[in-house]
C-alpha cells in the first residue's frame, strides 16, 4: 500500500462538478493499493498517516501529529504506474477494485476521513501547506 501524504491548508474533492469531500488544515492523502495488501497493511498506514509529524510546533519545526485536523483521502491506482520499460505506465501492480475498494473503505474509516468516490473520474483541488509532501510505504520495499 502506498500513500503520497501531502500537507494542506485546504482541499476538495469534485465528482461531476460537485464537492464530494472538503476540508481546511490537515492532509490530503493520495491512496494506492496492490494485489498483496491486506487489512493489517490498511491499518498500518492509517496509524502512519495519524502520526506522522509533519505540522508546526511552537518553535515552529515539524514535530506535531495530525491531531485534531481534518484529512481528505483519495484512492489513487496510478501511484502503482510502472514506467521502466518506456514513457506509457503500466498498472498491473494496481490491485482490482474488489480488493482495492474495502482497503481503501478502511484506511478512510480509520482516519475518519472526508473521501473521494472510489473508481470515478476527480477532480482534485488543494494547498499544499509549506509545501510538504511525504511517500508512505506499507509493507516497506525491501
Given at each position: 500500500?502506498?500513500?503520497?501524504?501531502?500537507?494542506?491548508?485546504r482541499a476538495a474533492v469534485?465528482?461531476?462538478?460537485?464537492?464530494?469531500?472538503?476540508i481546511g488544515d490537515g492532509l490530503c492523502v493520495l491512496l494506492g493499493?496492490?494485489?498483496?495488501?491486506?487489512a493489517a497493511d490498511a491499518d498500518r498506514i492509517a496509524e502512519k498517516v495519524r502520526a506522522l509529524r509533519v505540522f508546526p510546533d511552537a518553535d515552529g519545526r515539524m514535530n506535531e501529529p495530525l491531531g485534531a485536523r481534518e484529512v481528505?483521502?483519495?484512492?489513487?491506482?496510478?501511484?502503482?504506474?510502472?514506467?521502466?520499460k518506456g514513457a506509457r505506465p503500466s498498472y498491473v501492480a494496481?490491485?482490482?477494485?474488489?480488493?482495492a475498494e474495502p482497503l481503501?473503505?478502511?484506511?478512510?474509516?480509520?482516519?475518519d476521513a472526508q473521501r473521494g468516490v472510489?473508481?470515478?473520474?476527480?477532480?482534485?483541488?488543494?494547498?499544499?501547506?509549506?509545501?510538504?509532501t511525504v511517500m508512505l510505504e506499507v509493507p516497506a520495499p525491501r
Amino acid at each position: 500500500m502506498r500513500a503520497l501524504v501531502q500537507r494542506v491548508s485546504r482541499a476538495a474533492v469534485r465528482v461531476d462538478g460537485s464537492v464530494v469531500g472538503e476540508i481546511g488544515d490537515g492532509l490530503c492523502v493520495l491512496l494506492g493499493v496492490t494485489h498483496t495488501d491486506t487489512a493489517a497493511d490498511a491499518d498500518r498506514i492509517a496509524e502512519k498517516v495519524r502520526a506522522l509529524r509533519v505540522f508546526p510546533d511552537a518553535d515552529g519545526r515539524m514535530n506535531e501529529p495530525l491531531g485534531a485536523r481534518e484529512v481528505l483521502c483519495v484512492s489513487q491506482f496510478t501511484l502503482y504506474g510502472d514506467t521502466r520499460k518506456g514513457a506509457r505506465p503500466s498498472y498491473v501492480a494496481a490491485a482490482p477494485p474488489e480488493i482495492a475498494e474495502p482497503l481503501y473503505e478502511r484506511v478512510c474509516d480509520a482516519l475518519d476521513a472526508q473521501r473521494g468516490v472510489f473508481g470515478a473520474h476527480m477532480e482534485i483541488e488543494l494547498v499544499n501547506d509549506g509545501p510538504v509532501t511525504v511517500m508512505l510505504e506499507v509493507p516497506a520495499p525491501r
